[in-house]
C-alpha cells in the first residue's frame, strides 16, 4: 500500500499536462470592455481582491445583463467573496447563477495560456463552489446535493480527454468528502478505490490517500498487507 501512494503521489508531481479542476477567476473578455476587464482580472490573479471587486462592479454597472462580459463579471465577483471566506454573499450569487440562462459553452474559463479552461461553464461551477462551501461548513447533504449538479446535471466539458480524466478524479474526490462526512463509508470507498489507482493528476494522490484511511477502517492491517503486497 505504501508504495501505490507513493507512486501516486509522484505521478501527480510529476505530470504537468493537467490543471488544478477547481474552478477560478474566468479569463479575459475580447469587447468594448476588455481593458478594463483584463485589469480586474489581473488585479484578482495578483490576490488585489478589493480592488479587483470595485473594478467588476464597474464593468456590471456599464453592462447589460444580457451581455457575456456581464456574466463573466458577476461570476468573478462571487468567486472573489469565496475567496474572501464572505461566504454568505458568494452563495447568493452562486445560487442566482445556477438559476440564470448563462451560456455554459462560451468561451473563456478560468486559467491561463495554454491550462485555461475552454469554456465558462457557469452553473457547473457555481455547483462547485457551492459543493466546496457545504463542505467547508461541515453541511455534508447540501454539498452532496451540489455535487450531483455539476455532476450530471450541469456536466464539465472539455476537448481534451486528459483534462476530462482529471475533472472524474476531482468529481470522484468530492463524492468521497460529502460521504466520509456523513459517515458513509462504503459509498466513498466504492468511488475512490478505482481512481485511487490513476495517477498523474491534481487530486490522484489525494484520493489515494482518503481511499488507503477508509481501508484501514474496514479492514485489518494483515489483510491490507497480504491484499496489496502480493
Known amino acids: 500500500m505504501r508504495k501505490l501512494l507513493v507512486s501516486a503521489a509522484l505521478l501527480a508531481l510529476a505530470n504537468i499536462c493537467s490543471a488544478q479542476k477547481k474552478p477560478g477567476v474566468q479569463q479575459k473578455y475580447d469587447t468594448s470592455f476588455r481593458s478594463s476587464f483584463d485589469k480586474a482580472y489581473e488585479l484578482a490573479y495578483d490576490s488585489m481582491y478589493i480592488d479587483a471587486l470595485a473594478l467588476y462592479d464597474d464593468i456590471l454597472k456599464q453592462a447589460g445583463q444580457k451581455l457575456p462580459v456581464y456574466h463573466k463579471a458577476i461570476y468573478n465577483i462571487a468567486y472573489i467573496y469565496k475567496l474572501l471566506h464572505n461566504y454568505d454573499t458568494a452563495k447568493k450569487i452562486f445560487t442566482a447563477i445556477v438559476a440564470a440562462n448563462y451560456n455554459q459553452m462560451e468561451k473563456g474559463g478560468s486559467g491561463r495560456g495554454i491550462m485555461a479552461e475552454p469554456y465558462a461553464l457557469y452553473r457547473h461551477n457555481a455547483c462547485v463552489n457551492l459543493a466546496e462551501m457545504a463542505l467547508d461548513e ?62 498523474g493528476y491534481y487530486y490522484s494522490a489525494q484520493t489515494a490517500d482518503e481511499a488507503a484511511e477508509l481501508l484501514k477502517q474496514l479492514y485489518p492491517k494483515n489483510y491490507l498487507v497480504a491484499r496489496f503486497d502480493s
Open 138 to 199: 461541515h453541511n455534508y447533504k447540501l454539498a452532496l446535493r451540489y455535487i450531483k449538479l455539476f455532476d450530471k446535471k450541469y456536466p464539465y466539458h472539455h476537448f481534451c480527454g486528459v483534462e476530462i480524466q482529471g475533472n472524474k478524479i476531482f468529481t470522484a474526490f468530492m463524492y468521497a468528502q460529502a460521504y466520509i462526512g456523513l459517515k458513509d463509508t462504503l459509498p466513498a470507498l466504492n468511488i475512490l478505490f478505482p481512481k485511487m489507482m490513476i495517477g
